[in-house]
Nanobody, 120 residues
Framework: QVQLVESGGGLVQPGGSLRLSCAAS????????MGWYRQAPGKQRELVAA???????NYGDSVKGRFTISRDKAKNTVYLQMNNLKPEDTAVYYCNAAAVLSDAMRYDYWGQGTQVTVSS
């Protein structure tokens, strides 16, 4: 069992910045990558950013060039630095940890979510 706890969400003006943190605990030995997803009301959950155990990264098109994901392996923590925030970034952001057993088998763990609101 893996537990994920997010922090760092809040209210910020357009053009501002926030940093989200996600601390993992429990049986984390099988985790292959961690990342962030977000979901706005009435919208599908979408990938924001992910990082693998080899430190390769992947970003959603809407955040490319503005957000940066990083991981502190010693602290079992992943971060999302969000710069130049836009109103359309407003959503609940969820931390994700994935155990990939094969091409056909994947198990996802999720945090409780943290609200990010971008508004004047």
């Amino acid at each position: 069992q893996v537990q994920l706890v997010e922090s760092g969400g809040g209210l910020v003006q357009p053009g501002g910045s926030l940093r989200l943190s996600c601390a993992a605990s429990g049986s984390i030995f099988s985790i292959n990558f961690m990342g962030w997803y977000r979901q706005a009301p009435g919208k599908q959950r979408e990938l924001v950013a992910a990082v693998t155990s080899g430190d390769s990264t992947n970003y959603g098109d809407s955040v490319k060039g503005r957000f940066t994901i990083s991981r502190d392996k010693a602290k079992n923590t992943v971060y999302l630095q969000m710069n130049n925030l836009k109103p359309e970034d407003t959503a609940v952001y969820y931390c994700n940890a994935a155990a990939v057993l094969s091409d056909a088998m994947r198990y996802d763990y999720w945090g409780q979510g943290t609200q990010v609101t971008v508004s004047s």
